[in-house]
């Protein structure tokens, strides 16, 4: 591929620290190229600026003003997730407040997907279980109504994320970073776009439009339960003469054949859930239910 200008912006009293900076922002761009597609500025320029605010998302320009807090490992959430807000935001960008998840949810899923690439995948679980204490449900991530400004809290950045998490589950992993990339650039052909062409406005049915392709099945009623509403889903489980017997409870009597991941004397099983029921024999101790948190409910 093509060289990419990389432009850092320093204050001239903190210029010492700018190579470090600089080292990990390379480590960003390999990571959002391998998973999203090329750096859609590419021809202009990578450029951070260093500001007396936290953050922000300026086309070829994004802000930084994390100060250098860099995790032992070298980790910079704030650089990471302001630069990937140049395909999450710049390249694709909701055509209405009431998809603003597109921006952050997807962003704050990679922010924690990038942490499974360097720390492994329990503490990507782990991250993933830091995001679910913050959310709220108080309205849906992604409403049909119009909305306004008011959109903008915090369950589209985690609700978003965790989100995200389960349709990982719910596809596997290939159809669901098939989904990722060709939301961010919807043919191989576009990745190749470097004049402007390949920005665009998108909306939430876009992204179920492109995430039941790669699946090869309808995932309405995944998008409909967890972003068109507010309430989560409820797993009911009950134990009887050997068996587990699961249910899922889903406002308004929606439709959610969800699995579930059971792990039964050690070994994990995938319930199928088919009309939102299932049940799992047992000996021994009780099976435990989702260890990992893959599945996003109340």
């Known amino acids: 591929g093509q060289t990419v200008p990389l432009h850092y912006y320093v204050l001239p009293e903190n210029k010492d620290k700018a190579p470090k900076l600089i080292e990990e922002q390379k ?19 990578l450029g951070i600026v260093e500001t007396p605010h936290l953050g922000m998302e300026h086309s070829t ?40 998840w ?20 329990d503490a990507y679980f782990a991250g ?38 389960s349709l990982r589950y719910l596809i596997g992993e290939e159809a669901f970073l098939r989904s990722i990339r ?25 992204f179920l439009t492109i995430a039941s392709r790669e699946a090869d099945r309808d995932l309405s009623w995944f998008f409909e339960v967890y972003l068109r509403q507010a309430k989560l889903p409820v797993l009911k489980t009950s134990v009887a003469n050997g068996v587990l017997s699961l249910q899922w409870e889903a406002p308004e009597g929606l439709p959610f054949p969800m699995p579930i991941d059971v792990v039964v ?3 994990a099983v995938r319930v199928p859930m088919t009309d939102g029921k299932g049940s799992v024999p047992y000996s021994g101790a009780v099976p435990v239910v989702d260890p990992n948190g893959w599945v996003l409910r109340g």
Request: proline share 5%; glycine share 8%; hydrophobic share 35%.
């Open 27 to 45: 480590k960003y761009l390999a990571f959002m190229e391998k998973y999203c597609g090329p750096f859609p500025f590419r021809t202009v320029k």
């Open 265 to 267: 004397d050690g070994k």
């Open 128 to 165: 993933m279980k830091g995001r679910r204490q913050r959310v709220r449900n108080a309205a849906p991530v992604a409403p049909r109504e119009e909305t306004s400004s008011e959109a903008y809290g915090g369950d589209i950045y985690d609700k978003g994320a965790l989100v995200l998490h």
């Open 61 to 100: 320009a994004i802000a930084y003003g994390n100060r250098y807090r860099f995790a032992p490992d070298g980790y910079d959430w704030l650089l990471l997730h302001e630069f990937g807000h140049e395909w999450w935001a710049n390249l694709v960008s909701n055509a209405d407040w009431r998809d603003m």
């Open 182 to 206: 060709r939301m961010a650039y919807p043919t191989p052909e576009s990745e190749k776009w470097a004049d402007g062409r390949a920005l665009r406005l998108v909306t939430t049915d876009d």
């Open 102 to 121: 597109i921006h952050e949810g997807f962003q704050s899923f990679l922010d924690t997907f990038y942490i499974e690439q360097i720390r492994g995948k």
